[in-house]
């Protein structure tokens, strides 16, 4: 039987972020320099060919960073990653949901409410 592959430091950076972007109001509670030093983590792990495209848009979006936010899901979009669909729910989501490029964006995935 073999073992599994250890996670890489991008994968483990991802794992830490969960809470931040579950809620993006910790950075009042001093997460918000622990988040940003992940997200450097997580830029590396992209750049060595790791898919992170959806946690990069989730983080960029709950620090607030709309334009990289916005790249890296017109990316996940371009790529046909699933986990877009969970944009109009998820709560790292929040801070670009009144940026009209998100609207644009959940009209072209056909998410948008009519």
């Known amino acids: 039987m073999g073992h599994a592959a250890a996670p890489s430091p991008a994968s483990r950076a991802a794992e830490a972020n969960n809470s931040y972007c579950a809620d993006p109001k910790q950075s009042e509670a001093g997460q918000?320099?622990?988040?940003?030093?992940?997200?450097?983590?997580?830029?590396?792990?992209?750049?060595?060919?790791?898919?992170?495209?959806?946690?990069?848009?989730?983080?960029?979006?709950?620090?607030?960073?709309?334009e990289p936010a916005f790249a890296w899901l017109e990316k996940a979009y371009r790529n046909h990653e699933g986990g877009l669909v969970l944009l109009g729910v998820a709560p790292a989501f929040r801070p670009i949901r009144s940026d009209p490029r998100f609207e644009n964006l959940m009209r072209g995935m056909r998410l948008a409410e009519k």
């Open 32 to 66: 918000r320099d622990k988040a940003e030093a992940t997200l450097q983590t997580l830029l590396k792990g992209a750049s060595h060919g790791e898919d992170l495209t959806m946690i990069l848009a989730q983080d960029y979006a709950a620090l607030g960073k709309k």
